[in-house]
């Protein structure tokens, strides 16, 4: 399958643990987006890598997210003291530069209890 | 920024019919406007998307119209079949040079039924 891979599929943490979640875009895409999905909502943006560069940030992502593309190739978007309002579906998508079409990963589910 | 609305949160026709889904929108500078269909549990997947010096696109039974005057864009399915059945989604994005991020509305559950 040479989509959007995203791990791991579900996370259940504990309120105020951290977890970190791993996008793996479609091979020679060089953007890459991060998107929130709760129920009953469309994907809300969260940040944008061009390349390694983090070129935008949604106001959603508060001081406790962070989000890296060190190479250029995979990212992680990591949350720290999560709270129960980060539950949420965290999708991952890709685009070629050039090119509108963005497509995204399975998504990884987010509970906290 | 963009706000997209988007009409009816549900939809129920008989298998056969047409489907229709509206959105609107609020910033002028979109000019890209994709439609994505979501299943249960499954990734957001593009269906049909139009430009904005586009005003019709059309795919099989599936189409979408854009007002650019009115800022409003339509999904029409026709001959609807039970695997339309999912949570349909539009977006609007402003393209620039670096970035196309995509501005969601709240989503359209169709329920075609037998």
């Known amino acids: 399958d040479t989509g959007v891979s995203q791990n791991p599929r579900h996370k259940i943490t504990k309120r105020g643990q951290n977890v970190t979640f791993r996008c793996d875009p479609i091979?020679?895409?060089?953007?890459l987006y991060w998107y929130r999905q709760t129920l009953g909502q469309g994907p809300e943006f969260l940040t944008y890598?061009?390349?390694?560069?983090?070129?935008?940030k949604s106001r959603l992502l508060s001081d406790r997210f962070s989000a890296e593309r060190p190479k250029g190739s995979f990212s992680t978007l990591e949350i720290q003291r999560t709270e129960q309002g980060d539950s949420a579906m965290y999708l991952c998508?890709?685009?070629?530069?050039?090119?509108?079409?963005?497509?995204f990963g399975e998504g990884s589910w987010l509970t906290v209890v | 920024g963009e706000n997209v609305e988007q009409h009816p949160s549900t939809l129920s026709v008989q298998e056969g019919d047409s489907a229709v889904i509206k959105c609107t929108y609020s910033?002028?500078?979109?000019?890209?406007f994709p439609w994505y269909k979501q299943e249960l549990g499954k990734r957001p997947q593009l269906i049909i998307d139009i430009r904005s010096n586009v005003g019709e696109k059309k795919d099989q039974r599936i189409a979408v119209t854009l007002n650019k005057t009115a800022k409003h864009f339509s999904l029409h399915i026709t001959e609807t079949q039970p695997e339309d059945s999912a949570v349909y989604f539009c977006a609007a994005s402003i393209r620039t040079g670096t970035a196309s991020k995509l501005t969601f509305g709240t989503g359209t559950r169709l329920q075609v039924t037998l």
């Open positions: 910033d002028s500078a979109s000019n890209y």
């Open positions: 998508a890709s685009s070629k530069t050039g090119v509108n079409t963005i497509y």
């Open positions: 091979s020679e895409h060089n953007r």
């Open positions: 890598f061009q390349n390694e560069a983090q070129l935008e």
